[in-house]
Every structure is written in structure tokens, then in C-alpha cells.
């Protein structure tokens, strides 16, 4: 019986959330594709370069989300995507647009692959807390939204881009997905 484990894209593993998802990926014995974003020489995409030195299950690729054709060879022989897509640099209208596009090409990428069975999403609550007469803790929970205009209005662009991706998932044509949504 084989006990090898699949392996696994994070991308973009050089987020917060994404290096985490990295270590307790490797820390579990799965092989990891890390993915990471062209913007410069971070803290963390040096750590994982270094991680890469010494642990034969990582493997790291550099991507550009806007970029289909980079995103498939990161992909390729993976069976599952955590997508971190995060930005450190600040959010304007611009990010948002990009970051949306981008996860728009990840699903598409991961649509056209053999070996792809699962893709997750991370998320934020701030998907969910920003709008108007929210009053306590208890008004949020998994069917709560952010109201994108008051986002708009604030210029909360994070929580407008974090509501308007989970939006576009929610309601993605997933056609040609069966192996995931049979």
C-alpha cells in the first residue's frame, strides 16, 4: 500500500497565511509546490528559499496570478491549491481588481489540470463585519456579508476586494469541475 502523500500547491505561500499553511503542510508529510509572487525579495520568500535548501518536499515556483501559463506549472502533478492571495502592499481600487482577476485565473488554471481535486480559498472576516448598524459580535456569522458600497464609501478596499472574491466563488460558472462539484 502506497502511504506517500499528494502534493500540494500554496500560493501565494509567501503570505502570512500562506507560510503557515506551507510548514503545517510539510510538518504533515505532503510535498509542497510554493507558490510564490514576483514583488521583490520579501522576509518570507527568503525563508522559504532557504526551506528549499533543506526539505526535499518543497519545491518553490515564482508566479505571476495574472499569468495563466505560470500558475499550470506550479499546478502540475498537484492534487489540491491553497490560494493565499494577499496583498502587502496596500489595497486601492487597482489591487482589488487584479486580486480578483488573478483568482479568476487560479480557479481556470486548476479547472484545466488532470490532477486537481480540491482548491481552498483563504479568506478574511472582513468579508463579513463592514457595514452599516452591525451591533455586536452575534450579528456575524457565515451568511454575513460586508456591504460593498459602504466599503466603497470608506475606502475599505480590502474588505471590498475580500467581499467581492468570495462573491465571485460563490457564483463562478464552475462548468467542466465535476471531479469537485458532481
Same mark, same amino acid.
Given at each position: 500500500m502506497d502511504n506517500e502523500k499528494p502534493i500540494v500547491c500554496v500560493l501565494d505561500a509567501s503570505t502570512y497565511v500562506g507560510f503557515w499553511i506551507l510548514k503545517g503542510l510539510l510538518g504533515r508529510g505532503f510535498t509542497v509546490h510554493a507558490? #510564490?509572487?514576483?514583488?521583490? @525579495?520579501t522576509e518570507i520568500q527568503k525563508r522559504i528559499r532557504e526551506m528549499e535548501k533543506v526539505e526535499e518536499r518543497l519545491e518553490v515556483f515564482v508566479v505571476d496570478v495574472l499569468d495563466y501559463h505560470s500558475i499550470l506549472l506550479a499546478l502540475k502533478g498537484c492534487s489540491a491549491? &491553497?490560494?493565499? /492571495?494577499? !496583498?502587502?502592499?496596500g489595497y486601492d481600487e487597482k489591487m482589488v481588481d487584479l486580486e480578483v $482577476?488573478?483568482? #479568476?485565473?487560479?480557479?481556470?488554471a486548476c479547472a484545466q489540470t488532470e490532477t486537481v481535486e480540491k482548491i481552498v480559498f483563504t479568506s478574511s472576516l472582513t468579508a463579513a463585519i463592514w457595514r452599516e448598524n452591525i451591533c455586536s459580535q452575534k450579528d456575524v456569522d457565515e451568511k !454575513?456579508? !460586508?456591504?460593498? @458600497? &459602504?466599503? +466603497?464609501?470608506?475606502? /475599505?478596499?480590502?474588505?471590498?476586494? +475580500?467581499h467581492s472574491l468570495n $462573491? /465571485? /466563488?460563490?457564483l463562478y460558472p464552475w462548468?467542466?469541475? !465535476? $471531479?469537485? &462539484?458532481p
Open positions: 507558490a #510564490i509572487q514576483k514583488n521583490g @525579495e491549491m &491553497f490560494c493565499c /492571495l494577499d !496583498s502587502s502592499d $482577476r488573478g483568482a #479568476i485565473n487560479v480557479v481556470e !454575513s456579508w !460586508s456591504d460593498q @458600497e &459602504f466599503c +466603497r464609501k470608506l475606502k /475599505l478596499w480590502y474588505a471590498w476586494q +475580500r $462573491r /465571485l /466563488l460563490g462548468t467542466g469541475c !465535476s $471531479r469537485w &462539484f
